[in-house]
């Protein structure tokens, strides 16, 4: 059978004791989640209509009705009725990228948004149940190993056996003569700066040719939302607040991010960690760069002689509704035959890698980027271009045997740039 | 209440299935289980466990589909197909726990005839993936639900489904052409109209392809489907006209739907109760003057020089009534929305006015043009006076959808609004008895208790011998014979009653 409860060592123990005997908190922690998330549980519950099925990466490659939102909605109803518990659901809440398509095709979203201003949130529901199944002790067993060696080593183990830490967090930027501190600070996700390295070295010789300036910080840990995806939310903030102290302590005022997961994190979890502590302005680079072309202060002449389609990254396109600059950013590289999907069409696509769900089920990531390198192999394309470098191991994986390449946005403009980019693409 | 399989035959069920299936096929967790216990039609919460499942099984195959069946009446253990889970006549529910075989894994494209114009699919398969599809070879499946990003084809199947462009495209039974399944016993057979998986008609036999829709999933299991292919339009027409009076509207639906114009697809009529409900949705809908008491509106598809001068038609039809055309904005963008208008939970009013997050209950009878106003004044009385005496209820209007191209009958549709929460044993007993005086009043005047979802829920199932007169005993003979252990579906449509006690091992 594909679903039994979490593994681990604890939840087996918990599981074992009747409910009544449960470590108090855990009853507690239940119920309090349940009252938080009892309106938006019953407002799905209460439509039950699965507009959200078709859209979403889990259900098209596995088509099980357990993982789907409507599922995960209703489990909190039934929690609400003690028909389940929190050890009964828990491993279910692996199945998803929160990638938030389905947020964004139920009709209480678009129907409802701007009126009522109400948007349905399954990916924050999928966090809060994991959150309290950690809370409670239960752990998925690679989340945990992954969890612990990143709080080890202040970085997610991106290389696995490899070790990762402070020491080598900057060398990406070897020879590129990066100040550290500024008031704009370049922060450089764990995947791009020990896997990726390609990513941040283009990003950094973009930005400095277009002659802005930045620099790097005293010490980088890992965002921490990697952890706040998979439930281990007071790590999470342990990391988010000794990289606000960092990003204090060098006077920092803007905080340039070009991971889409980063962008997340410092948007969204940041805030919600700090509130008004959190007086930092947070950018996008990729939506600096497009400015930079915009104005003329760079522009692409290398032409570059390749048939692409562009993968808008869930977190940029589905729950920031980033996705004209990087198209801008594309036309505006000579050379190119860009055979577009819209970014609506793309809703339904992912590459699988978000969520944590690469960590714990590389084999449900894997049929993910599988169904995603499809879709591009059908428009006849040599090359996939992304604008996430979580994205692009698993797409890479996925491409090499349909001889599509996978390559970051950065990478291509700053090579039409002419620029020498350096650095690794991950092949170790 | 069926009682819960005791755990060593779901042991001995999952050993018997599991090797043909796979071990990831077969499932048994707890929300495997209860998220399959339930469709969108409302339902009591506390009652939830009554119908959970005693296990799942996601064949990918027919074969694997009939070992599992064979595996049931060995055991003598029931078996509820499921596909979308968004039927709306409970089908898909469980009542008598059993096996749940959710069919959405088999949803590959197994062929497209381009130049036969047919599609033959897995039924796990939606109707908006496929159509992603087809539209690259210019074609389209029209079978278009107000489901349609949710419903598959074998729910249609399963249901016989109505859809809202039938007028112009023909319903899933028209567009369906064949299938293959596994019936109740396990066999594999393969119905059709005759015996070729893409003829559109053939004398040859009995028109069993008629028969295994619209059953429920009492009769057996389709597996793979064979679909009939239109070029996919070059022009939409859809335009919507206000009146200040529902009589007028009413006049107008029937002449648009008599004009005989081929690219006509489908006109609706909305009654002064739901333009009423409408206004609670700003959102969506650009808020009406009061003045308004009714809408029409009507759409047609084809090659666009067809459509242009359809379309012209129709909008002389309405003018000449006395119609107010909306504009292209509302009428294109209404329309557009159609399968989007399900944000329903805030739209229900307490009888004081208060928000409260409802369900939503839907009445879909099958009616002739000329009983729709006395329908209409009737099923709103029922509604009113469930509302004045249990305040969890909300009446959201009525709609009246044609059926065919030439304006016979009608889906005819009142939306109830349930607070599902609050509701407890007395107040789903009245509910159950209102739907059961809503059906009566279809059968009083000459109707069909549904045109789309079925008639099986509590209530209105009682009627449906009554509905369907010594046809039903016809319909008991056919169930006895196909299902001799009573594996398929059971409780649904009152079919216990073909079985004497011995037959029936539940
Ligand atoms: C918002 C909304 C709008 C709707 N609008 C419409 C509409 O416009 N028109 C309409 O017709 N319906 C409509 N419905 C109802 C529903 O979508 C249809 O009844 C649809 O046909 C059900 O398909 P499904 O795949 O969800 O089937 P399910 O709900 O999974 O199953 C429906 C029935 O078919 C049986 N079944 C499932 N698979 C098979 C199979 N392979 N072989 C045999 N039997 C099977 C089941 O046992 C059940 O009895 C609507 C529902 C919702 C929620
Ligand atoms: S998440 Fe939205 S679309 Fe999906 S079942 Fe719930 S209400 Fe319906």
New interface residues.
């Given amino acids: 059978m594909s679903e039994h409860h979490a593994h681990g060592t604890e939840p087996s123990s918990i599981e074992l004791l009747p409910i009544e005997l449960l470590p108090i908190d855990t009853a507690q922690a239940s119920s309090d989640f349940v009252d938080e998330w009892r309106n938006a549980a019953y407002n799905c519950y209460s439509s039950g209509h699965k507009f959200c099925r078709e859209v979403c990466p889990v259900m098209q490659v596995t088509r099980n009705e357990t993982w789907t939102p409507t599922a995960f909605h209703a489990n909190v109803v039934a929690m609400d009725k003690g028909e389940l518990d929190i050890a009964d659901i828990a491993e279910d809440y692996v199945n998803c990228t929160q990638c938030g398509a389905c947020e964004l095709r139920c009709p209480n979203t678009l129907m409802l948004g701007d009126f009522y201003r109400f948007r349905t949130r399954t990916v924050d529901l999928v966090k809060a149940v994991r959150t309290l199944a950690v809370d409670t002790g239960i752990h998925q067993p690679q989340w945990k190993t992954w969890n612990e060696l990143t709080d080890a080593r202040s970085h997610e183990p991106v290389l696995g056996e490899q070790p990762v830490g402070q020491d080598s967090v900057r060398e990406w930027a070897d020879g590129l003569d990066i100040p550290i501190g500024g008031d704009d600070i370049l922060f450089v996700d764990c995947e791009a700066a020990f896997y990726r390295t390609s990513v941040p070295r283009a990003v950094a010789q973009i930005l400095q040719m277009a002659g802005h300036e930045f620099g790097l910080m005293q010490e980088q840990w890992c965002c921490g939302g990697p952890a706040a995806e998979m439930g281990y939310r007071d790590q999470a903030m342990r990391f988010a607040r000794h990289n606000l102290d960092n990003w204090k302590a060098s006077g920092a005022k803007r905080i340039l991010v070009l991971d889409p997961h980063d962008y997340i994190s410092f948007t969204e979890d940041y805030p919600k960690y700090f509130g008004a502590e959190f007086d930092l302005e947070i950018v996008l680079v990729l939506e600096v760069v497009a400015e930079y072309i915009r104005s003329g202060a760079l522009t692409p002449r290398v032409a570059i002689e390749k048939t692409i389609t562009y993968h808008d990254p869930c977190r940029l396109n589905k729950r920031k509704g980033v996705w004209k600059e990087p198209r801008e950013i594309l036309r505006s590289i000579p050379g190119l035959t860009f055979n577009d999907v819209d970014h609506v069409t793309q809703w339904s696509y992912c590459s699988g890698g978000g969520g944590g769900l690469a960590i714990e089920k590389p084999e449900l990531t894997a049929l993910i980027s599988g169904a995603r390198i499809k879709k591009a192999s059908e428009l006849s394309v040599d090359t996939l271009v992304s604008a996430c470098p979580w994205s692009e191991r698993p797409l890479s994986a996925a491409g090499e045997p349909e001889n599509i390449d996978v390559v970051d946005i950065h990478e291509m403009l700053a090579e039409s740039l002419g620029i020498t980019v350096g650095g690794s693409r991950g092949a170790r | 209440m069926t009682a819960v399989l005791e755990a060593s035959i779901v042991e001995q069920l999952?050993a018997a299935i599991?090797p043909v299936l796979g071990?990831?096929?077969?499932?048994?967790?707890?929300?495997?289980r209860?998220?399959?216990a339930?469709?969108?039609a409302?339902f009591p919460?506390?009652r939830?466990?009554e119908r959970v499942p005693d296990l799942v099984v996601?064949p990918g195959s027919t074969e694997e589909v009939a070992h599992v069946v064979r595996v049931a009446n060995e055991f003598g253990v029931p078996i509820v197909p499921r596909d979308?889970?968004?039927g709306l006549t409970d089908g898909a529910v469980p009542e008598r726990r059993g096996i749940v075989v959710?069919v959405?894994?088999m949803?590959l494209i197994h062929e497209i005839d381009l130049e036969n114009r047919t599609a033959t699919v897995g039924v796990?398969i939606?109707m908006?993936?496929l159509n992603e599809v087809l539209a690259q070879h210019g074609l389209i499946y029209p079978d278009n639900p107000a489901?349609y990003?949710?419903s598959l084809v074998g729910g249609r199947i399963g249901t016989s489904g109505w859809s809202l462009i039938g007028s112009r495209y023909g319903h899933s039974r028209d567009l369906v052409l064949s299938f293959d399944m596994v019936t109740p016993t396990g066999d594999i057979i393969f119905v059709g109209d005759g015996g070729g998986r893409k003829i559109s008609k053939s004398s040859s036999g009995y028109q069993l392809k008629h028969l295994f829709m619209g059953h429920q999933g009492t009769l057996g299991i389709a597996t793979t489907a064979t679909l009939k292919l239109y070029p996919k339009a070059e022009a939409e027409f859809s335009a919507f006209w206000a009146f200040d009076d529902y009589d007028v509207a009413y006049k107008a639906v029937g002449a648009l739907a008599r004009a005989g114009i081929a690219t006509f697809a489908g006109a609706v009529l909305f009654d002064e109760k739901k333009v009423e409900y409408l206004r609670r949705?700003?959102?969506?809908y650009i808020p009406q003057p009061e003045s308004v008491k009714a809408l029409v509106c009507s759409v047609g598809y084809g090659n666009s020089d067809e459509v242009a001068a359809g379309g012209r038609r129709m909008m002389r039809i309405a003018r000449d009534l006395g119609a107010r055309y909306m504009g292209d904005e509302i009428s294109q963008g209404d329309w557009a929305?159609r399968?989007?208008?399900?944000?329903?939970?805030?739209h229900g009013r307490t009888l004081s006015g208060q928000v409260a997050?409802?369900?939503?209950h839907c009445e879909d009878a099958a009616i002739n043009y000329t009983d729709l106003p006395a329908v209409t004044r009737e099923w709103h009385a029922i509604v009113e006076k469930l509302r004045r005496k249990h305040d969890v209820f909300d009446d959201w209007g009525m709609f009246a959808y044609t059926s065919s191209d030439t304006g016979v009958d009608y889906l005819t549709e009142i939306d109830i609004g349930i607070w599902?929460?609050k509701l407890d044993d007395t107040t789903w007993a009245a509910f159950v008895d209102a739907k059961r005086e809503i059906a009566a009043v279809s059968l009083k005047y000459g109707g069909s208790i549904s045109a789309c979802h079925g008639s099986c829920r509590e209530g209105e199932v009682d009627l449906v011998p009554q509905e369907l007169g010594g046809g039903y005993d016809v319909m008991l003979a056919v169930k006895r014979a196909l299902d001799p252990n009573n594996i398929m579906n059971p409780g649904k449509y009152g079919l216990d009653r073909a079985y004497d006690n011995e037959g029936d091992r539940r």
Avoid: F, I, Q
């Fill in positions: 999952v599991a071990e990831a096929n077969v499932l048994t967790s707890k929300t495997a209860y998220s399959r339930r469709v969108p409302p919460v506390h939830w466990a996601l979308g889970g968004t959710d959405k894994r949803n796990g939606s908006l993936k489901s990003p949710c949705d700003d959102e969506a929305s399968h989007d208008r399900y944000a329903t939970p805030v997050l409802m369900s939503w599902e929460e």
